[in-house]
C-alpha cells in the first residue's frame, strides 16, 4: 500500500481511504455481510482510514465500523484510523433538520461515537456542515479539548470556505479538510485547494466517482430505491444524466485506450493532482474495492492527463453536486 501525510499535522495514511456511508445510508440498503467483508478486505489490501459520520444510519455505521473492526485481525485493527464526521440532526423518519457545532454538542457527539466504535479515541474528528449560529472557533476550539483529553488525535473540517478554514486554523492545527472533488466536482481549485495548501492542510476527497455518477458502472435505465439520495441529485436527474453520461462515454474511451477502467482512471486522475489529496472511496462491495485499489498501479502521463481534461474539461458537468436545499448548507459554495 502507497501512503500519504495528511496536512503537516496531520497522520500518515493509506494513500486511498474508504468511506463507509454507502454501507449504512443514502444509496439505498446495502448488504451487511458484504459491508464487512468490504471493510474487513480494505484492511487486509493496507488501507488504514476509514471514514463515517455518526449520523450515517443513525449510528449504524459507526456499529458496523466496530464490529469489522473488532473481527479484523489484531494487526489490522491497530493500523485503523477513524475519520468521524458529526454535528447533523435528524429525526425519527430520517429527515435532517439542521447542525449544531456548539461546544457542549461537540463532546456529547463525541461521547456517543467513541461508544458506539467501541474505542478509545477518534483519529480525525469533524464537524460534517458548518452550523451558522456557531463560530468556526468555537467548534474546532472544543474538539481541539478533545485532542488534550486524549479523546481525539487530529481536527478537521468539511465543506467549509477559504475564510472559514483560515478562521478555524488559527485556533488549532488543522490536518485535513474533507470535500467533494472529481474530474466533474473541480471547484476547490479556485481558492480552497490554494489555501489549505498554503496553510498545510491535507485534503481527503469525496465524491471522486461521483457518487458512482462517472464510475463506468452507471446506466441511464438504472432504478434507484426511494431513500436514495441519487435519485434527488440533479446530475442523476432527467437530461442532466444523459449529459454526464455522454462524458463518461468520452473518459471511457480514454480508459479502455489505457487499459484501465473508467473507475480508475477517475480516481487516478484525483490522486494524481497532489500528494496531499486522499482519495475516499466509496466501495460497499468487494469487487469495487478491488477495482478502486486498481487505481493506484495506474500512472496518468502527461499525454494521458491532456486525454483526460479533453474527455472532461472544468466545468463540464451538468447540474449541480447537491440539491438546492442542501446547496444552502455547503459554506464552501459560499
Ligand atoms: N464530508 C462530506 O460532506 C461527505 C459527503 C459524502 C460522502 N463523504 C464520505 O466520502 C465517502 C465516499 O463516498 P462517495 O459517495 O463520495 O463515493 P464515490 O466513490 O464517489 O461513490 C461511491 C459509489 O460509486 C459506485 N461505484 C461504482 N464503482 C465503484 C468502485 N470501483 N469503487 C467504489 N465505488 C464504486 C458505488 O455505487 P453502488 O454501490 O450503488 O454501485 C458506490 O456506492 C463516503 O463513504 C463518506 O465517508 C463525505
Known amino acids: 500500500m502507497q501512503h500519504r501525510t495528511l496536512g503537516t499535522t496531520g497522520p500518515r495514511v493509506s494513500a486511498l481511504g474508504l ?10 440498503d446495502a448488504d451487511r455481510a458484504e459491508s ?3 471493510l474487513h478486505a480494505a484492511l487486509d489490501a493496507g488501507v488504514t482510514l476509514i471514514d463515517t459520520g455518526d449520523f450515517y444510519g443513525m449510528g449504524h455505521n459507526e456499529l458496523l465500523i466496530n464490529e469489522a473492526l473488532r473481527t479484523a485481525p489484531a494487526a489490522a485493527r491497530e493500523r485503523a484510523l477513524t475519520s468521524v464526521k458529526f454535528g447533523a440532526l435528524r429525526t425519527v423518519e430520517g429527515g435532517f433538520t439542521g447542525v449544531d457545532g456548539s461546544p457542549e454538542a461537540v463532546k456529547n457527539f463525541a461521547a456517543y ?9 477518534i483519529d480525525i474528528y469533524r464537524l460534517a456542515r458548518l452550523d451558522p449560529k456557531v463560530p468556526v472557533e468555537e467548534t474546532v476550539g472544543a474538539i481541539a479539548e478533545l ?13 467549509v470556505n477559504a475564510e472559514t478554514i483560515r478562521r478555524a486554523a488559527a485556533v488549532t492545527p488543522i490536518a485535513d479538510l474533507q470535500i ?11 481558492d480552497i485547494l490554494p489555501t489549505v495548501r498554503e496553510l498545510g492542510i491535507g485534503v481527503t476527497a469525496y465524491g471522486v466517482l461521483s457518487r458512482g455518477l462517472i464510475s463506468g458502472h452507471w446506466s441511464r435505465d438504472r432504478k ?12 442523476f436527474s432527467g437530461d442532466n444524466l444523459n449529459r454526464n453520461l455522454d462524458l463518461v462515454d468520452a473518459l471511457r474511451a480514454v480508459a479502455e485506450a489505457k487499459g484501465v477502467t473508467v473507475a480508475q482512471t477517475a480516481i487516478a486522475w484525483v490522486l494524481s493532482r497532489g500528494e496531499d489529496i486522499v482519495p475516499l472511496i466509496g466501495a460497499r462491495r468487494r469487487d469495487r474495492l478491488t477495482e478502486a485499489l486498481g487505481a493506484l498501479e495506474v500512472t496518468l502521463e502527461p499525454a494521458d492527463l491532456a486525454a483526460i481534461e479533453a474527455a472532461i474539461p472544468p466545468g463540464a458537468a451538468a447540474g449541480d453536486r447537491y440539491p438546492t436545499d442542501q446547496m444552502a448548507h455547503l459554506d464552501s459554495e459560499r
Open 224 to 235: 434507484l430505491a426511494a431513500n436514495d439520495f441519487r435519485g434527488m441529485s440533479p446530475r
Open 180 to 190: 467533494e472533488y472529481s474530474l466533474i466536482s473541480r471547484g476547490i481549485e479556485a
Open 19 to 28: 468511506g463507509a456511508m454507502g454501507m449504512s445510508a443514502l444509496y439505498g
Open 36 to 38: 464487512i467483508a468490504t
Open 147 to 159: 485532542v488534550k483529553a486524549g479523546h481525539v488525535r487530529h481536527v478537521g473540517l468539511s465543506e
Open 113 to 121: 461515537s467513541l461508544q458506539r466504535l467501541g474505542t478509545d479515541h
